[in-house]
Each structure stands twice: as C-alpha cells, then as structure tokens.
C-alpha cells in the first residue's frame, strides 16, 4: 500500500505504548504543527482508557484497527523493544511512516529489513536519537566540524547511572537479555550514535559486561533471575569523520549508586573538548560544554542563537524530542531522507550486537 497523499493539513500520528509515549512524545507532538496526534495504542484497555479520558484521542487496543484509520498517517513506536519489529513492519506495509524508540529491534538483521520495506515503500522512519536535537550537543558537533580540537587523539565517555540501582525495582522487560533489556540496549544505542556522529564510524568492540544485580522481585514479590547486563566497559576504535582512527573508551552502567551522569570528552592535537552533565533526570538541564585550546585556560561554551530551543519544558526531554519530530514531519512532507533514521538506527545496532558477541 503507497502512503497516502499529505497535503498541507498536519500529519495524522499515532502513538503506540504509553510510557514514555504518553510523558514525552504526546506533548512533543502538541507542539510541532506539522503533526497532529490522532490516536493512541496499547495493550491493556484499562490504561488505554485512563490515557484517552486524559488526552481526549481514540484509543486502540487492536493494531490492525489503528493501521486502517484514514486519519493515522503515521505511528510512533514507543513500546518496550521486543515488539518493535512486528509492529514496525506491519505499520510500513499499511502504508504508514514511522518514529521508533532505540533499540529499533532486538538484533541488525531486523532493523536491516525494516530498512529495506521503508525503502521500497517511500516512507519516511525516524529513530529517537534525541541527543542530536539537544542544543549544547548541535553546538560539540559544529566545533569538532570546524576543527576546534584538531585532529581527535583520544576519546572517553561515561555514562554512570544510578536508574536500576535499588535491588528492590520490579523485574521486567528490562531485566531480561532476550526482550531487548540491559545497559546495552538502554544506553549503548544512544552511546554509539553519538560517537557516530561526533566523531566517526564505530569499529570492532572490545567488551567486558557484567549483572550487579542478578534478582529482582516481580509484581507479585517473588525473586525473579536477572540475565541482561548492567554494566558494560568497552574499548572500541572510531573511524574519524577526517579519515583518521582514534581510540575510544566507553563505560556504562545503570547501577552506578551516585554516578557522575553523562559524560563525553575528546582530546585532540589541539585541544580538548567535555561535555557533560550529573543531572540522571534530563536530557537538556544540566549540562555544561566546556573548550580548552592549546594553552588557554578552559572557557565554557553556550550554544549558538540557531541551536537554542524556541520553547522549553520543566521535562527537559520533551524540546529535544519535539525538535526531532519536527525533523520528521519536514522529512514526510519533503521527501528527503530523515536523519537520524534506520540508517544511523542499523549502524547503532550493529555496534551494540557487535559489543554482546565480544564479550
């Protein structure tokens, strides 16, 4: 089925899971007048229920039903990772466009054939990498491009999580390897794409994972087994944007009891460049840039006018995504290429499939 025609009305969207669906992407979505949302989805009626009688917006528990309303124009994905898939590929064969949450699937081959049906189909897929829409990241990005660093020496990123330190947080999906749970998934995806795109292509990995926590207790307060990683160190050569290849340090954990947060820095030939922030609870609030070039004492960067955000929200996660939609919804209507899409979501994948077979 070929998309149908958009015109200059908004873009009907979908959104299926109702997580960080409902808290992120839904008053993203009431913000980007390109997009207008339409419908929500989810499994469970009795939370369908509680969210539509908050948003006003019919609700679906049957995909098939979501997928032949004529308003639906495209869908956000943002369930749990192990459904991804199926839900993706059924979407794009009824002819709708697509946002998807990382990990786009469980393994490459998957996002590989989502790749080739969106491709074959002219739809446009987004993936929320939503740390390429945050201002102070745009603002690293554009000064490693004009060279400020010179040539990269050494790159180190931290990402020390205090999520999933409590033992007593419930078992679910995130706990389990095969639904796509783990530091890898949670944070690795996020992880590689941003070396990707700061600094160049991700190589062969050398891993060291491990699970702190290995029981948690379920729903109804029995011990259940924990086998998806929560803490991950990684040693991985980056090929440069310059042609060059530089060394990487990758550390990650969720069950870092007072971790240092988010934490990028790249030394170069000429200088070096720390991005970072200690707040666990945005993406946009606290994070700081800081430059030193050759022997000058370090200077703290702001992000230029064009990158600043026009509109802002006590969650820090809603500007970076509504930017992203943005992006997407130009992508539709245009018809170019969306980036970051299966592209960047394949690349990142490939990476973190890499990362588990190298331990």
């Known amino acids: 089925m070929a998309p149908s025609p958009i015109s200059q009305r908004p873009i009907g969207v979908a959104i299926a899971g109702l997580g960080f669906g409902e808290a992120v992407h839904l ?195 029995n011990m259940r087994p924990v086998d998806a990683d929560d803490i991950a160190l990684i040693n991985v050569d980056l090929g440069t944007h310059q042609g060059g290849t530089v060394a990487a340090q990758v550390a990650l954990s969720s069950v870092a009891r007072n971790g240092r947060g988010c934490w990028i820095e790249i030394y170069g030939s000429e200088g070096s460049l720390v991005l970072g922030s200690e707040n666990q609870k945005d993406y946009v609030h606290g994070f700081s840039l800081t430059l030193q070039q050759g022997g000058d004492a370090p200077r703290n960067v702001q992000p230029d006018e064009d990158l600043r955000f026009a509109t802002t929200w006590s969650d820090g996660r809603v500007a970076p995504v509504a930017r992203l939609q943005s992006w997407w919804a130009q992508s539709i209507q245009k018809g170019h290429p969306m980036v970051p899409g299966l592209a960047e979501g394949l690349a990142s994948q490939q990476a973190c499939d890499r990362t588990l077979t190298s331990r």
């Open 27 to 221: 008053p993203a979505l009431q913000n980007v007048p390109e997009l207008e949302p339409v419908a929500l989805w989810h499994q469970r009626q009795d939370r369908l229920d509680k969210a539509c009688s908050n948003s006003g917006l019919r609700g679906y528990h049957c995909w098939d039903s979501l997928l032949e309303d004529s308003r639906v124009d495209a869908v956000i994905i943002a369930t749990p990772p192990a459904p991804r898939f199926e839900l993706g590929m059924r979407a794009l064969k009824a002819g709708k466009h697509l946002l998807l949450e990382k990990p786009v699937a469980l393994n490459a081959q998957d996002v590989a054939d989502l790749q080739r049906e969106a491709i074959g189909r002219g739809l446009s897929v987004a993936v929320d990498f939503e740390y390429r829409a945050v201002p102070l990241f745009q603002q690293a990005a554009r000064l490693l491009e004009q060279g400020a660093v010179g040539t990269p020496w050494l790159v180190k990123l931290d990402w020390l999580m205090s999520s999933r330190a409590n033992p007593q947080r419930a078992w679910n999906w995130y706990s389990q390897a095969n639904q796509g749970g783990g530091v890898i998934g949670a944070l690795g995806t996020h992880a590689f794409d941003t070396l990707a795109w700061l600094i160049g292509s991700v190589g062969e990995p050398q891993a060291m994972t491990r699970t702190a926590i290995e029981q948690r207790p379920d729903s109804e307060g």
